[in-house]
């Protein structure tokens, strides 16, 4: 450390638990966070002003007003201008933390792609809004011998545990399977209060700097599930539950991973919209593409993505080639309508 990062980072330091050098090796470190909503833009401020080295931030979407109530990093230009939620989030923790090498990618993490976007973290969080994708997530994670830390929320309440390979149970020893579509309350059905988010993205925080730190000694080893409106807490300790069949951590069976190349389709948490998954190798000609539309409803575009609007669809198209068509929750309606007017 220099002198500025010693007086920046001066009470963190003065902390038992991290110390000058803990600090050092958080200036080292890379952590990875999946997701950049609400969860995600809490988890990559606080590790951003925490001093982390590299903050590698993966996300799929674009800013909307109705993400301002709870996703921090992000304000009423960000949704006006539609940006990516990767690159707004990069912009402004740029500004908060300098010395932090702040990457934002507008991905779609998905099979093909998730060990490369995963390379060099000792850390990734958890901010996605599904469980197929904390399952691929979980299969990277042991595959590659890198700690994660799960967090969910919806309504007022949420979970969250960390999994450290070959120390703890993974999601799949806890979790055997993802609950059956529409058992659970969502983001659709039950909303969600910025109170909660702002409470598991610090436990998941604060779980990271004890790994990135070194600190494994001090994690709580439980899922905790905590209720902010009716307040109700608990902690199961999972340190010893290990699941003796487990196909991903003892039999190191990869369902996720391996052979799986994603749906065509996928319904949005919280958003009545679907994304269309783009076909390989085939980026989009925003510029030609905005041209072609412009008789047929209204457009704006800029570098990153496209947006169209019709008398009942809203289509957002990344320059990967990747779709969002909101205004309904129906996969095979949403590519027909993406099919029609951007092509198949």
Not at 123 to 128: E, F, G, K, Q, W
Not at 161 to 178: D, K
Not at 324 to 342: E, L, N
Request: hydrophobic share 45%.
């Amino acid at each position: 450390m220099d002198k500025r990062e010693e007086e920046r980072y001066s009470r963190q330091i003065l902390f038992a638990g991290i110390g000058a050098e803990g600090q050092e090796r958080l200036l080292a470190a890379t952590a990875v966070i999946i997701g950049c909503g609400a969860l995600g833009t809490v988890q990559a401020e606080s590790l951003v002003r925490a001093g982390v080295g590299r903050v590698r931030i993966i996300d799929r979407d674009f800013v909307e007003e109705s993400n301002l109530q709870r996703q921090t990093l992000f304000d009423e230009a960000d949704a006006r201008a539609g940006m990516p939620k990767a690159v707004a989030a990069e912009r402004k923790l740029r500004r908060i933390n300098a010395g932090v090498h702040v990457e934002g990618l507008i991905e779609d993490v998905n099979p093909t792609n998730i060990e490369e976007l995963i390379a060099g973290a000792q850390v990734i969080m958890d901010a996605t809004d599904n469980f197929e994708t904390r399952f691929l997530i979980n299969e990277a994670a042991v595959k590659n011998d890198i700690p994660w830390v799960y967090g969910a929320c919806v309504g007022s309440y949420g979970l969250t545990m960390a999994v450290v390979p070959g120390q703890t149970p993974c999601l799949r020893c806890v979790f055997a399977g993802a609950p059956p579509i529409g058992a659970s309350p969502t983001c659709d059905t039950a909303g969600v209060i910025g109170p909660i988010v702002q409470v598991i993205a610090a436990l998941q925080v604060g779980e990271a700097l004890k790994l990135l730190t070194g600190r494994h000694d001090r994690l709580h080893r439980r899922l905790i599930n905590l209720d902010l409106w009716d307040w109700r807490v608990t902690a199961v300790n999972v340190g010893q539950a290990r699941a003796a069949a487990c196909p991903t951590c003892v039999e190191r069976r990869w369902e996720y991973l391996v052979g799986r190349e994603g749906s065509a389709g996928v319904v949005l948490c919280g958003r009545n919209s679907v994304q269309i998954n783009r076909p390989a190798g085939r980026p989009a000609d925003l510029e030609q593409m905005a041209a072609r539309l412009q008789t047929l409803g209204d457009v704006v575009y800029n570098e990153f993505l496209l947006k169209f609007k019709t008398d009942a669809y809203e289509i957002a198209v990344f320059a990967d080639g990747r779709g969002i068509v909101k205004g309904t929750r129906d996969v095979g309606v949403a590519r027909s309508v993406f099919a029609k007017y951007i092509g198949g």
